[in-house]
């Protein structure tokens, strides 16, 4: 297999700095996507702190298989899940033990979401409400779920799409990076399909743009991935860039 990759990110239309950081660790395979929250630019550096420490963890653990995990591997899961899952975790920690021992970072956090492909398949992680979509055959599916208070309230009943629209919370989130010293992350794993492109982005594009113009959008440019990015990074400013907007696209192409 290989796989084609694009990214991007942009400040907006409205904010004077940029929270959101992304990296493409490309020969692990590895895309991560966090949108930081938190004053004195903290959100800033706690959206670093995490995809800096991820990438870090997945090369050292490359380089070293002995080398001492910060937490205990679950022996139920396969190591590749457990890689992914440990390096956010200990990201988390890092970001939660720096905003205690600085008062200017204080309740800094960050959102993440992780995409890590392996001989075997793919796996898919996040916190937060930063997402991924899979785009496959002209069609885009969310395949996370928002840890935020409007996506709780979704849960617990139904509300209407004028609620939903003028729900005044909606950049709560309720589980995030730097929160607490440890953290559950949403985990899946799925084989991808020759051809499919998974997106992931802060909220700045998914909160701007709806699934149907992001859709739109794929189809018309295809395998061109860097267009694509510059496209819906595009689109999210033209319609409001009210917040930081990133986004990753990584394409699978089987051999």
Request: proline share 2%; aromatic share 8%; glycine share 8%.
């Amino acid at each position: 297999m290989s796989i084609r990759k694009a990214g991007e990110t942009n400040v907006g239309r409205k904010r004077n700095h940029n929270e959101d950081s992304f990296l493409i660790v490309h020969d692990q395979l590895l895309y991560i996507v966090a949108d930081g929250m938190g004053g004195h630019a903290a959100g800033e550096v706690a959206s670093k702190m995490a995809v800096e420490t991820v990438s870090q963890f997945f090369k050292d653990t490359a380089e070293d298989d002995e080398i001492t995990w910060p937490f205990k591997m679950d022996r139920q899961k396969k190591y590749e899940e457990n890689r992914l899952v440990t390096a956010i975790k200990y990201a988390n920690l890092r970001i939660y033990e720096e905003a205690l021992a600085n008062a200017k970072k204080k309740g800094m956090g960050t959102t993440i979401v992780a995409v890590n492909f392996t001989k075997d398949g793919v796996y898919i992680a996040h916190v937060g409400d930063s997402r991924i979509y899979r785009f496959r055959n002209g069609t885009l599916k969310q395949m996370t779920e928002d840890h935020s208070l409007l996506n709780d309230y979704i849960k617990m009943k139904v509300l209407t799409e004028e609620e939903i629209k003028n729900f005044p919370h909606k950049n709560v989130i309720v589980r995030a990076l730097g929160m607490k010293d440890n953290v559950q992350v949403d985990i899946s794993f799925e084989v991808p399909q020759d051809k499919d492109i998974y997106l992931l982005c802060s909220d700045g594009l998914s909160g701007e743009v709806p699934d149907e113009q992001m859709q739109d959008l794929l189809r018309q440019y295809g395998d061109d991935l860097n267009g694509a990015v510059s496209a819906l990074i595009q689109r999210a400013c033209d319609n409001g860039g009210k917040d930081n907007v990133t986004c990753v696209l990584a394409q699978y192409v089987a051999d």
